[in-house]
């Protein structure tokens, strides 16, 4: 209920204070215009392990407020964006996760720029184990995960002509079917558990700001 309050809180706050901008600089008025659009965007999926994305997206405005586009992401993790690095008097170990995903999306502005997105996501991620110590380097593949995700977000995206500049303030991707192949069940790890067990894990995003070029 809370959540509910604020987020009308939020919509009535910025759509009264669209209607104080002159039209020529309200982003409403300049969709008016666009058809279609391309950016680039980065941002942090927080659950189970932290994925770094970065991704490139082309978009088709079937009208001013509403948005449809494909996105094609590269993801990313080891222990530089989460914290289970495994140590011991003789070696050292982590997983590196590496992987790409597709979504396609449906975006609404419920005001000027304001906008809720949601969306239909496929992803692909392998996992890799590292064992240093003194005597040698080893690289394992220990795995591979596909999952579909249903996508929900909320942000602002604001055009000036043919620049184009958002962000998702905050989203969210919730699984509807994954599936884990292990590669390597002798490894046992609480690090190379949590990558099996990220399939069922509903991953937060933060922040992911992108811009671009419309026309």
């Not at 991704?55 to 590269?74: D, H, K, Q, T, W």
């Not at 590196?96 to 720029?113: C, Y």
């Not at 998702?168 to 790890?189: C, L, N, T, V």
């Not at 990558?195 to 700001?209: C, N, R």
């Amino acid at each position: 209920m809370q959540n509910s309050a604020l987020t009308l809180c939020f919509w009535t706050g910025a759509h009264v204070w669209a209607q104080t901008l002159p039209t020529s600089a309200r982003s409403e008025f300049n969709r008016q215009s666009q058809e279609a659009g391309v950016w680039a965007g980065a941002s942090l999926r927080i659950g189970d392990m932290n994925l770094f994305e970065v991704s490139g997206e082309a978009a088709y405005f079937s009208e001013p407020n509403e948005i449809l586009s494909v996105r094609v992401s590269r993801l990313s993790a080891n222990e530089l964006w989460y914290g289970y690095r495994l140590d011991s008097v003789d070696n050292t170990t982590h997983l590196e996760v590496s992987g790409t995903a597709i979504s396609v999306n449906w975006k609404r502005f419920l005001a000027d720029s304001f906008y809720l997105r949601a969306g239909l996501e496929h992803f692909n991620l392998k996992g890799e184990y590292f064992i240093a110590s003194e005597s040698e380097n080893v690289r394992l593949h220990v795995g591979d995960m596909s999952r579909q995700n249903a996508l929900f977000a909320l942000g602002n995206q604001w055009q000036w002509e043919s620049f184009t500049l958002g962000c998702d303030w905050a989203g969210a991707s919730y699984p509807i079917a994954y599936r884990y192949a292990s590669r390597r069940d002798e490894i046992e790890s609480n690090t190379v558990n949590k990558f099996a067990k990220s399939g069922e894990t509903t991953y937060f995003h933060l922040l992911h700001f992108y811009l671009g070029r419309t026309f």
